[in-house]
């Protein structure tokens, strides 16, 4: 069976871009999580993350497996922390957080997840897991401990990716936080995007359709929503985003 990793570059090849939608456990019920996912799937978004940064609530297993239930889409841990783990998903981003310098980000976390990961037998997505400063604390900068890179140093992140790319990382991840006030600017996913090859997820504060376009314009492959689309955001919004992110996507891979 393929990997999910490579149905995430099979998507990248036909679409030029996939949209994700990030379930937070700590914003609803299971039950809730799992009506969400098959919303998703109908709106035609490509996959699944689920993860949080707190964990405020019991149950991550049975949110993933309520998820995995009543959706076909690959649904992918983005683990707020190394229990955050699940037999039922599809696989798990293995993330380093490479814009910091914080030891327990790059290898500790990594250990005390390892031997869990492999008994439940679950896929690894090697991630370079890269915070840009948003212009206000978020709690993604606060939980890990690490200084955000400068939003306006794009050549700083461009090295830091090509170095987790030399690494041997398989995905880089631009995230800006959740409900982040700024979103990652689209300089830094240019220069990002010039440097590396690797697929290129970008998150945290995007709140409209115009801002997921341009970011897929200047570069990134997939696009990650949470926040604009918990609580009463309807079908229609999903499948606003879906529907902008695959366009964009397109025109991208006409050039
Ligand atoms: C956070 O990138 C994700 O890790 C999504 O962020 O909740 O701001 O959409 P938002």
């Known amino acids: 069976m393929k990997s999910t990793y490579q149905r995430l570059l099979d998507l990248r090849r036909q679409s030029g871009a996939g949209f994700l939608v990030l379930l937070d456990p700590d914003s609803a019920s299971p039950h809730e999580l799992g009506l969400k996912a098959a919303t998703c799937q109908a709106a035609a978004v490509d996959a699944i993350l689920i993860g949080g940064s707190l964990m405020m609530r019991d149950g991550f297993s049975e949110a993933v497996t309520a998820v995995k ?5 690959p649904v992918i841990i983005f ?22 310098r914080n030891p327990q980000h790059l290898i500790g976390d990594h250990v005390v997840a390892a031997p869990v990961v492999k008994r439940l037998g679950l896929e690894t997505i090697p991630t370079g897991y890269m915070l840009i400063g948003s212009g ?30 030399y690494l041997g990382l398989k995905l880089i991840y631009l995230e800006a936080g959740s409900g982040a006030r700024s ?73």
Request: include cysteine; charge should be negative.
């Open 69 to 73: 239930q009543n959706c076909k889409l």
């Open 79 to 100: 683990p707020g922390g190394p229990t955050q783990l699940s037999a039922d998903a599809d696989a798990v981003l293995f993330l380093s957080l490479i814009s910091g």
């Open 136 to 165: 206000s604390p978020t709690a993604v900068e606060f939980m890990s401990d690490t200084r955000p890179l400068p939003p306006d140093k794009p050549d700083l992140a461009a090295v830091h990716a090509l170095a987790g790319q």
């Open 183 to 255: 979103a990652v600017p689209v300089e830094v996913i240019a220069a990002v995007r010039r440097w590396v090859d690797l697929p290129l997820i970008v998150g945290g504060g995007i709140r409209t359709p115009d801002q997921a376009a341009a970011a897929v314009e200047a570069g990134a492959d997939f696009i990650v929503i949470g926040t604009a689309l918990e609580g009463q955001a309807s079908s229609d919004d999903v499948a606003r985003f879906a529907d902008v992110v695959h366009r964009a996507g397109r025109g991208r891979s006409k050039r």
